[in-house]
């Protein structure tokens, strides 16, 4: 029995983790309000290694339309404008020489529909890892067969797995119907 709990909290971890990492992708698809987390995915070129713009400057949001990156050294303003410009963003940051600024565009009907796209294939993603931890733990558990656990305590488990999935699929639902509408908001 305690082996079929060792199965059950790793299918639960490994239905956190999924569930975490969507979390962490659906909060850097941007909806339209200006949040530091929307630069976390560029780098900059500090001293000819490629680092978090996140380790080379404060961020900031003094409104919902704009961004404020203050970096730590003024000589390298013009590699993190680089990073942001070839970070795929479609930002153009303006430098004042002290800090940039960044002006987050409105989102228009047809783009805010290409994010919810995007929403629902991360959400999916996340979906599919949840089912492949419920597949192994049951893989696993039906294993125990062989080790002389008894076909209840079998079926017992795979019909915890299913629960621990039913709830991980429905957290992701609820992520992807809250980021849908945080986009779909104007």
């Known amino acids: 029995m305690e082996e079929i709990e060792i199965y059950l909290d790793a299918a639960k971890e490994t239905m956190e983790k999924a569930v975490g990492h969507a979390k962490s992708e659906l909060g850097k698809i941007r909806a339209g309000k200006a949040m530091p987390s ?66 987050v565009p409105q989102l228009t009907e047809e783009r805010r529909v290409q994010l919810v796209k995007q929403a629902k294939t991360v959400t999916e993603d996340g979906k599919i890892r949840v089912r492949n931890a419920r597949k192994d733990a049951n893989d696993e558990i039906k294993s125990l067969l062989k080790e002389g656990v008894s076909e209840d305590a079998v079926k017992n488990a795979e019909i915890d797995v299913q629960e621990l999935t039913d709830k991980f699929v429905k957290v992701m639902d609820e992520l992807l119907t809250y980021k849908e509408s945080e986009i779909m908001t104007v």
């Open 38 to 103: 929307m630069l976390d995915s560029v780098m900059v070129d500090y001293y000819g290694n490629p680092t978090p713009i996140n380790q080379t400057a404060s961020i900031s949001t003094p409104d919902a339309r704009t961004i404020f990156v203050k970096p730590w050294e003024k000589s390298i303003i013009p590699e993190i404008e680089k990073g942001i410009m070839n970070s795929g963003l479609g930002f153009n940051p303006q430098n004042d020489g002290e800090q940039i600024i960044i002006s």
